[in-house]
């Protein structure tokens, strides 16, 4: 029988930028298992405001982390976060989420404590027979696998990216999350070396997921 090999695509950008809807067609089209690992820090900081915990007072979130039991619950293709038993629902879109997420992914405590959860992601997908992992974050390709055999970076035009977010219901400010998120110490988000950069601003998902697959799928080929 020939060996198909095991790959993991690794998908950083900024807010809006595509990468969800991206992640999840690749997830469908090439049978990988999907982590969104937004949806990890939105949960943690979901359940840290649910606690009481403030960002500027780090004790509280120590506090707080010490106590989290982190699981994983595989629907479909989506590795979703357990946390203490309960996947999260609409709550980790909320206004009080998107405007706090950020302050609360700047620390290095938070950082770690979500470090290998995510890179056991890859685990979880080789036990679930899928024929790799698809990860898309802030610092994938730089921190979490930064031997990945697919790295990408997606941007967008600021101005289209609010767009996106309006025409999903959302009230998010992703210039000031980026700009959090690119200028904290903690893995900001930035393009790794070589990572392959698609500007997705006058681009559908559709044609995004065919200039990807078009890389990845002579790798996923039976050898
Ligand atoms: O992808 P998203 O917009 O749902 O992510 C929400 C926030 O989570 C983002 O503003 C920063 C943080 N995040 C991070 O710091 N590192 C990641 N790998 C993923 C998200």
Redesign the pocket.
């Known amino acids: 029988m020939p060996e198909t090999p095991f790959i993991i695509i690794a998908i950083d950008g900024g ?1 809006a930028s595509g ?1 969800s809807s991206t992640a999840r067609a690749l997830s469908e089209r090439f049978n990988l298992l999907h982590a969104d ?3 990890y ?2 949960a943690v900081t979901s359940e840290l405001l649910r606690q009481g915990a403030s960002p500027g007072r780090t004790e509280t979130v120590k506090d707080a982390l010490s106590g989290l039991r982190l699981g994983t619950r595989i629907q479909g293709r989506s590795a979703q976060i357990e946390v203490s038993g309960r996947v999260p629902g609409d709550e980790i879109r909320s206004r009080e989420v998107n405007e706090a ?2 302050h609360f ?1 700047a620390l290095p405590e938070l950082r770690a404590s979500l470090l290998a959860y995510q890179r056991g992601q890859a685990q979880a997908a080789r036990d679930g027979g899928f024929a790799g992992l698809v990860m898309e ?4 390709g730089s921190v979490i696998f930064p031997d990945a055999d697919f790295r990408f970076f997606l941007q967008a035009d600021p101005a289209e990216r609010e767009r996106r977010r309006v025409r999903q219901g959302q009230q998010d400010q992703v210039a000031e ?1 980026d700009r959090l ?1 690119s200028s904290r110490k903690a893995s900001p988000l930035a393009r790794p070396e070589n990572a392959v950069a698609i500007d997705t601003t006058a681009l559908t998902i559709q044609e995004v997921v065919d200039r990807i697959s078009a890389l990845v799928a002579p790798r996923l080929a039976p050898r």
Do not use: E, L, P
Not at 137 to 140: C, L
């Open positions: 807010a990468k690992t937004g949806s820090y939105r997420v950020s992914a974050g802030r610092d994938i999350r998120d």
